[in-house]
């Protein structure tokens, strides 16, 4: 297919290069019809213009309605991909990179010959209509709103996260190559958690107790965590209680810092 495409092309670039020549030709011989090649060049012009025009908005209506139908699953991507830096500056490289493969895999395959053409001259307008409208829709209704059991296990950290956020911490995601245990990391007056989120059928045990106060001494935080949306085994609540780690549910989490004052004053503590 590419290859005949290929060929086409260079057949009507031949043929238009010879009617070009002959053109030139006709016009050596008979200047008089100058006047009437500016007027055939002009509409050639405008016609290429119009042509252009249309497979530009033609490929922006693909567009617009490719990120429509997959508007919560690029929502949700965005929220995973864009992190903040150490000085708190969003990191946009790795969610650009997601934008280059849904451009690849849920729209380039969809576009005629004139619209892909279009994509190359307009990439970079695309990119932008794309993180606009995927930003407009997590503004308005933010991708992790409400738990959901089709999270991944990814998405539920992003999700923990989000909701300790939303109640005054300051919260984000471990790089997942040197978590140390640890998935994600939250201060607040001058409280330092480490958090271990386990997205369960079943109840958690030992495990997620000994990572996370393996990662709690690692990150020199305060406390240690392992939120779930699960139960707990009674040998990882024994464990917990030793060990200066919380077992809550997701549900808990916008109660977090109430939580940790309790326990903290508590005699047991």
Not at 164 to 187: C, F, I, P
Not at 256 to 264: D, K, M, S, T
């Amino acid at each position: 297919m590419g290859r005949r495409k290929k060929q086409s092309d260079e057949l009507a670039g031949l043929i238009g290069g010879i009617l070009l020549l002959g053109v030139a030709a006709l016009v050596i011989e008979h200047p008089a019809y100058l006047s009437v090649l500016f007027i055939v060049v002009v509409a050639a012009v405008m016609l290429a213009a119009l042509q252009h025009s249309r497979a530009k908005r033609v490929l922006l209506e693909k567009v617009n309605a490719a990120v429509n139908l997959h508007i919560d699953a690029l929502s949700r991507r965005r929220a995973q991909l864009v992190q903040p830096d150490a000085y708190g500056v969003p990191q946009l490289e790795k969610w650009l990179k997601e934008i280059d493969y849904f451009i690849q895999r849920q729209i380039s395959p969809h576009l005629a010959s004139g619209q892909a053409k279009a994509l190359e001259r307009h990439r970079s307008s695309v990119v932008t209509s794309i993180e606009w409208k995927v930003v407009s829709a997590s503004t308005a209704q933010s991708p992790f709103a409400r738990f959901s059991d089709d999270f991944s296990a990814a998405e539920f950290e992003v999700y923990c996260a989000q909701i300790l956020r939303e109640h005054g911490w300051d919260a984000s995601v471990t790089k997942r190559s040197r978590d140390q245990g640890v998935d994600v990391v939250a201060s607040r007056d001058g409280i330092r958690v480490v958090i271990q989120c386990k997205l369960y059928t079943g109840p958690v045990g030992n495990k997620a107790v000994q990572e996370v106060s393996a990662g709690r001494a690692h990150e020199r935080a305060h406390f240690g965590v392992v939120v779930s949306n699960s139960r707990y085994t009674s040998s990882a609540e024994s464990l917990a209680k030793t060990n200066r780690v919380l077992l809550l549910h997701h549900r808990d989490l916008p109660n977090l810092q109430g939580i940790i004052e309790r326990w903290a004053t508590s005699p047991a503590a």
